[in-house]
Nanobody, 128 residues
Framework: QVQLVESGGGLVQAGASLRLSCAAS????????MGWFRQAPGKEREFVAGISWRASNTYYLDSVKGRFSISRDNAKNTVALQMNGLKPEDTAIYYC?????????????????????WGQGTQVTVSS
Protein backbone atom coordinates (compact mmCIF):
# COMPACT_ATOMS: atom_id res chain seq x y z
CA GLN A 1 0.00 0.00 0.00
CA VAL A 2 1.06 3.54 -0.71
CA GLN A 3 -0.17 6.42 1.39
CA LEU A 4 -0.08 9.89 -0.17
CA VAL A 5 -0.39 13.17 1.68
CA GLU A 6 -0.63 16.49 -0.15
CA SER A 7 0.30 19.86 1.30
CA GLY A 8 1.00 23.40 0.20
CA GLY A 9 -2.44 24.58 -0.84
CA GLY A 10 -3.86 27.91 0.17
CA LEU A 11 -5.63 31.13 -0.78
CA VAL A 12 -3.70 33.37 -3.17
CA GLN A 13 -4.36 36.20 -5.58
CA ALA A 14 -4.30 35.79 -9.34
CA GLY A 15 -0.77 35.78 -10.67
CA ALA A 16 0.73 34.28 -7.54
CA SER A 17 2.61 31.02 -7.17
CA LEU A 18 2.14 27.97 -5.02
CA ARG A 19 4.15 24.80 -4.64
CA LEU A 20 2.22 21.66 -3.80
CA SER A 21 3.97 18.67 -2.29
CA CYS A 22 2.97 15.04 -2.14
CA ALA A 23 4.69 12.85 0.44
CA ALA A 24 4.46 9.10 -0.01
CA SER A 25 4.83 6.46 2.66
CA UNK A 26 4.37 2.73 2.95
CA UNK A 27 6.42 1.93 -0.14
CA UNK A 28 8.98 3.61 -2.30
CA UNK A 29 7.41 5.38 -5.26
CA UNK A 30 10.57 4.93 -7.33
CA UNK A 31 8.70 2.72 -9.82
CA UNK A 32 5.42 4.61 -9.73
CA UNK A 33 4.10 7.01 -12.31
CA MET A 34 2.80 10.01 -10.41
CA GLY A 35 0.08 12.42 -11.33
CA TRP A 36 -1.67 15.53 -10.10
CA PHE A 37 -5.39 15.97 -10.60
CA ARG A 38 -7.83 18.64 -9.54
CA GLN A 39 -11.52 18.84 -8.91
CA ALA A 40 -13.56 22.01 -8.76
CA PRO A 41 -17.05 22.11 -7.21
CA GLY A 42 -19.61 20.53 -9.50
CA LYS A 43 -16.98 19.34 -11.95
CA GLU A 44 -15.29 16.03 -12.69
CA ARG A 45 -11.80 15.27 -11.52
CA GLU A 46 -9.36 16.59 -14.12
CA PHE A 47 -5.81 15.55 -14.98
CA VAL A 48 -3.27 18.33 -14.47
CA ALA A 49 0.23 16.86 -14.76
CA GLY A 50 2.06 13.54 -14.82
CA ILE A 51 5.61 12.30 -14.50
CA SER A 52 7.20 8.96 -15.29
CA TRP A 53 9.06 7.08 -12.56
CA ARG A 54 12.48 7.92 -13.98
CA ALA A 55 11.29 11.53 -14.43
CA SER A 56 12.30 11.21 -18.06
CA ASN A 57 8.86 12.31 -19.23
CA THR A 58 6.38 14.89 -18.03
CA TYR A 59 3.04 15.80 -19.53
CA TYR A 60 0.42 18.44 -18.79
CA LEU A 61 -3.10 19.62 -19.28
CA ASP A 62 -2.95 22.15 -22.12
CA SER A 63 -4.28 25.00 -19.99
CA VAL A 64 -1.43 24.70 -17.47
CA LYS A 65 1.48 24.19 -19.88
CA GLY A 66 4.12 26.81 -19.32
CA ARG A 67 2.70 27.71 -15.89
CA PHE A 68 2.87 24.45 -13.93
CA SER A 69 5.81 22.11 -13.50
CA ILE A 70 5.81 18.62 -12.00
CA SER A 71 8.92 17.12 -10.44
CA ARG A 72 9.88 14.26 -8.18
CA ASP A 73 12.56 13.24 -5.72
CA ASN A 74 12.58 9.46 -5.48
CA ALA A 75 15.17 9.53 -2.71
CA LYS A 76 12.77 11.56 -0.57
CA ASN A 77 9.65 9.77 -1.84
CA THR A 78 8.05 13.05 -2.83
CA VAL A 79 6.45 14.69 -5.82
CA ALA A 80 5.90 18.41 -6.29
CA LEU A 81 3.75 20.64 -8.45
CA GLN A 82 5.06 24.15 -8.94
CA MET A 83 2.24 26.43 -9.99
CA ASN A 84 3.03 29.88 -11.34
CA GLY A 85 0.78 32.52 -12.81
CA LEU A 86 -2.24 31.15 -11.01
CA LYS A 87 -5.67 32.03 -12.36
CA PRO A 88 -9.11 31.92 -10.70
CA GLU A 89 -9.98 28.96 -12.93
CA ASP A 90 -7.20 26.97 -11.23
CA THR A 91 -9.27 26.96 -8.05
CA ALA A 92 -9.90 23.36 -7.01
CA ILE A 93 -8.92 20.61 -4.67
CA TYR A 94 -5.65 19.16 -5.92
CA TYR A 95 -4.93 15.46 -5.58
CA CYS A 96 -1.77 13.41 -5.90
CA UNK A 97 -2.04 9.93 -7.44
CA UNK A 98 0.27 6.95 -8.02
CA UNK A 99 0.43 3.94 -10.31
CA UNK A 100 3.17 1.30 -10.47
CA UNK A 101 4.25 1.04 -14.10
CA UNK A 102 7.49 -0.89 -13.67
CA UNK A 103 9.30 -1.97 -15.82
CA UNK A 104 7.93 0.54 -18.33
CA UNK A 105 9.13 4.05 -17.54
CA UNK A 106 6.86 6.24 -19.61
CA UNK A 107 3.18 5.37 -19.55
CA UNK A 108 1.01 8.48 -20.08
CA UNK A 109 -1.78 8.18 -17.56
CA UNK A 110 -4.38 10.94 -17.62
CA UNK A 111 -7.59 9.28 -16.40
CA UNK A 112 -8.39 8.94 -12.72
CA UNK A 113 -9.26 5.25 -13.11
CA UNK A 114 -5.73 4.50 -14.28
CA UNK A 115 -4.24 5.33 -10.86
CA UNK A 116 -4.26 3.02 -7.87
CA UNK A 117 -3.48 5.33 -4.95
CA TRP A 118 -4.76 8.76 -4.04
CA GLY A 119 -4.14 11.39 -1.43
CA GLN A 120 -6.83 13.29 0.44
CA GLY A 121 -6.31 16.50 -1.49
CA THR A 122 -5.28 20.06 -0.74
CA GLN A 123 -7.40 23.13 -1.47
CA VAL A 124 -6.12 25.79 -3.84
CA THR A 125 -8.16 28.97 -4.10
CA VAL A 126 -7.19 31.78 -6.46
CA SER A 127 -8.96 35.10 -6.08
CA SER A 128 -9.28 37.61 -8.89
Amino acid sequence: QVQLVESGGGLVQAGASLRLSCAASGRTISYYAMGWFRQAPGKEREFVAGISWRASNTYYLDSVKGRFSISRDNAKNTVALQMNGLKPEDTAIYYCAAKNTYPTDYVPLSRPGEYDYWGQGTQVTVSS
